[in-house]
């Protein structure tokens, strides 16, 4: 029943910039918390950054810290990220994820939120 929707991947520059869209649909629960993750070829999933619904509460991996912005639309119930300076280290297949519901099985844990559902990802791409 929680569909997740992303947009806005493809590819730039060194130094360029890109916003990832995300749509989280669920007709009996709302999310306590959104998040971006992304995996590169050959790496494992990590955590980029999240916001906490109730009181806006962001955190960023030390990797894209001033330069990755999370952010919410209530008017849209969109979820964005807005990545600037981009680095050649940040290819991946970018996703976002929103909290597990009531009852599910375990998830993944980030800054105190346990994600269990996923997008089908965005690619970003960064030529050095």
């Known amino acids: 029943q929680v569909q997740l929707a992303e947009s806005g991947g493809g590819s730039v520059q060194a130094g360029g910039s890109l916003r990832l869209s995300c749509i989280v649909s669920?007709?009996?629960?709302?999310?306590?918390?959104v998040g971006w993750f992304r995996q590169a070829p050959g790496k494992e999933r990590e955590a980029v950054a999240s916001?906490?619904?109730?009181?806006?509460?962001?955190s960023y991996a030390d990797s894209v810290k001033g330069r990755f912005t999370i952010s919410h639309d209530n008017a849209k119930n969109t979820w964005y990220l807005q990545m600037d300076s981009l680095k050649a280290e940040d290819t991946a297949m970018y996703y976002c994820?929103?909290?597990?519901?009531?009852?599910?099985?375990?998830?993944?844990?980030?800054?105190?939120?346990?994600?269990?559902?996923w997008g089908k990802g965005s690619q970003v791409t960064v030529s050095s």
């Open positions: 916001i906490k619904t109730e009181g806006g509460t962001t």
């Open positions: 994820a929103t909290d597990r519901r009531p009852g599910d099985q375990p998830g993944v844990w980030y800054e105190g939120c346990q994600y269990g559902y």
């Open positions: 669920d007709r009996l629960y709302e999310s306590e918390c």
